[in-house]
């Protein structure tokens, strides 16, 4: 089945304690991407990746890391979690390098709260 | 730069009524626009979508949306509303470019029996 799978699903944490959510797809895209979901404010794109080793920042990359060592995985990195980043966040992939030409395909989301 | 507004950030329809999501967009190019769906407790799927083929685009479960440049409007509708329709939908906008992927808001939609 093709999808997109990010674990943990849920995770609490204490504020500075390193964590890292992983992202895998098994459909061979291009592109994967990491967002935010926040009440009322949408979804924010945190970072992206157009291909393999080739990762940009999106509207709000502050405080993450991300890596593309391989095409179907893309782990986002939390060094030092603050209590606002706790937030819904889900992965995505697309087949087309450029983000807007074709579907992206969701992750389910991880609920991440640090305390 | 791209830029999406969703009129309402909560819709209340009957079972059997239309459903009328209100999504305008800005764009200095020709846009892609796109219509989500989010299920309780779900990611992220895809209704239906615009890249300059017909303006009238018709997506999955009956939902269809109109593409019209003079308004820079791309509004969502259903002829009647089911009690599975109760989600959260969020409109899109790309350049087509190697730029992000722009999302509204939301809209949260409920239908009431």
């Known amino acids: 089945e093709a999808q997109v799978t990010q674990n943990p699903r849920y995770l609490i944490t204490v504020t500075g304690k390193k964590l890292t959510v992983t992202c895998s797809q098994n459909m061979n895209h291009e592109y994967m991407s990491w967002y935010r979901q926040d009440p009322g404010l949408g979804l924010r794109q945190i970072y992206y990746s157009m291909n393999v080793e080739v990762t940009d920042k999106g509207d709000v990359p502050e405080g993450y890391k991300v890596s593309r060592k391989e095409k179907r995985n893309f782990p986002l990195i939390l060094e030092s979690p603050s209590p606002n980043q706790t937030s819904l966040y889900f992965c995505?992939?697309?087949?087309?390098?450029?983000?807007?030409?074709?579907?992206?395909?969701f992750g389910p989301g991880t609920r991440l709260t640090v305390t | 730069a791209q830029s999406v507004t969703q009129l309402g950030s909560h819709v209340s329809v009957s079972e059997g009524a239309l459903v009328l999501l209100r999504c305008n967009y800005s764009s200095s190019v020709p846009p892609y626009l796109f219509w989500y769906v989010q299920y309780p407790n779900q990611g992220l799927q895809l209704l239906l979508k615009y890249t300059s083929a017909a303006t009238l685009v018709k997506g999955i479960n009956g939902f269809e949306a109109e593409f019209k440049k003079s308004e820079t409007s791309f509004h969502l509708t259903k002829p009647s509303a089911h009690m599975s329709d109760a989600a959260e939908y969020f409109c899109a906008v790309s350049d087509g470019r190697n730029t992000p992927l722009v999302f509204g808001k939301g809209t949260r939609l409920s239908v009431i029996a």
């Open positions: 995505a992939s697309s087949l087309l390098p450029t983000s807007g030409r074709s579907e992206q395909y």
